[in-house]
Structures are given as structure tokens and as C-alpha cells.
């Protein structure tokens, strides 16, 4: 069956990175788009990025834009999200989703301490 699993949260000081890994199986991962979102305190659950299939395209929310990365290896169907720059308010749960499914991972805990 289909699974993503990430990987890579922690607790981190305002300013600092991390890197989180959504590891997938049971599809073809070359096929499909990555999209990441977040749920954070008193938000509705957010996109925060997507890659395209191929990985030449990506997008970002705007709370995020310069400061978060996504990036794909198709041939070990892995998908990451480089986070810089890091906000106490980007604190919470971070999800990865094969793009246009139900298909969704039970998400990693980000807590960015000021």
C-alpha cells in the first residue's frame, strides 16, 4: 500500500535549520507531485511547498517563501524540505502528501524555541 513517512523534525533555536525527509512507497514516486503543509497553532493546515514530478518545478506558501527548499530523489523516492531561517511561529506539524491523493504521511514535529 501507499506510505510516506518524514523524518527530520526536532527542536531547533530561532535562526537555526533543519531538513525533513519524506520517505514514500507502494506508488510510483516519479509520477506524482510532493506537497508539504503544516499545521501550526491557531492556523488552518497550510501548504508550505510542492515539487512537480519531475522536480523542475516548485512553489511556496508566502509565509515561507525564501526561506524553505524542497527538492525530490526520484530514483530513491525521497522527498526533502530544507528549512533556514527558522521562526518560532513556524512551529508544529509538518505533513508530506503525494500531490492530488488522499495519501498522506502522519507528519514530523517542528518547535523553533525565540
Known amino acids: 500500500q501507499v506510505q510516506l513517512v518524514e523524518s527530520g523534525g526536532g527542536s531547533v533555536q530561532s535562526g537555526g535549520s533543519l531538513r525533513l525527509s519524506c520517505a514514500t512507497s507502494?506508488?510510483?514516486?516519479?509520477?506524482?507531485?510532493v506537497s508539504w503543509y503544516r499545521k501550526v497553532s491557531g492556523r488552518e493546515r497550510e501548504l508550505v511547498a510542492w515539487?512537480?514530478?519531475?522536480?523542475?518545478?516548485?512553489d511556496y506558501g508566502d509565509l515561507v517563501k525564501g526561506r524553505f527548499a524542497v527538492s525530490r530523489d526520484n530514483a530513491n523516492k525521497m522527498s526533502y524540505l530544507q528549512m533556514n531561517s527558522l521562526k518560532p511561529e513556524d512551529t508544529g506539524l509538518y505533513f508530506c502528501?503525494?500531490?492530488?491523493?488522499?495519501?498522506w504521511g502522519k507528519g514530523t514535529l517542528i518547535t523553533v524555541s525565540s
Open positions: 507502494g506508488y510510483t514516486f516519479a509520477n506524482y507531485g
Open positions: 502528501r503525494r500531490s492530488g491523493t488522499e495519501d
Open positions: 515539487i512537480s514530478s519531475s522536480g523542475l518545478n516548485t
